[in-house]
């Protein structure tokens, strides 16, 4: 944990994921202040019309960026990590700013396991980034 999660309607090469998945883990290590190796990231190829962002007439193609993290963190610091990490995906996948949503759920530390840690995660502290 944390599991970041993006589901896309298009397809990439290995080399394109690879990059998008380096920048996220980038961008949520240093603005989450955790440690980049407990950082898991999901680039989820569900194919054309496979996400959908409803409206009044037509739905149109999206994205969704579900972010698994440890509870405890400001709203500043989330909306911060969600805005830095549209801004790469429209970068470095083409998305559309306004058909990227970010989501949050939010865990204690006892629901990771996590065997690098050598077991459950800890709760949420300000800065992991030295431990």
């Not at 080399?15 to 999901?42: C, F, H, L, P, W």
């Not at 579900?66 to 801004?87: F, N």
């Amino acid at each position: 944990m944390p599991y970041l999660q993006l589901d896309v309607p298009y397809e990439y090469t290995p080399e394109q994921k690879k990059a998008a998945a380096k920048r996220i883990g980038q961008i949520y290590s240093d603005v989450m202040k955790v440690n980049a190796n407990i950082i898991t990231v999901a680039i989820r190829e569900v194919g054309k019309g496979g996400v959908w962002r409803c409206t009044n007439d037509e739905p149109d193609e999206a994205a969704i960026m579900m972010l698994d993290i440890r509870k405890g963190r400001p709203i500043e610091q989330r909306a911060e990590v969600a805005r830095q990490l549209i801004e790469a995906c429209v970068e470095l996948l083409g998305l559309k700013t306004n058909r990227l949503n970010v989501e949050f759920t939010q865990h204690s530390g006892d629901e990771m396991y996590h065997p690098l840690l050598g077991g459950f995660n800890k709760n949420w502290i300000a800065d992991e980034r030295s431990e």
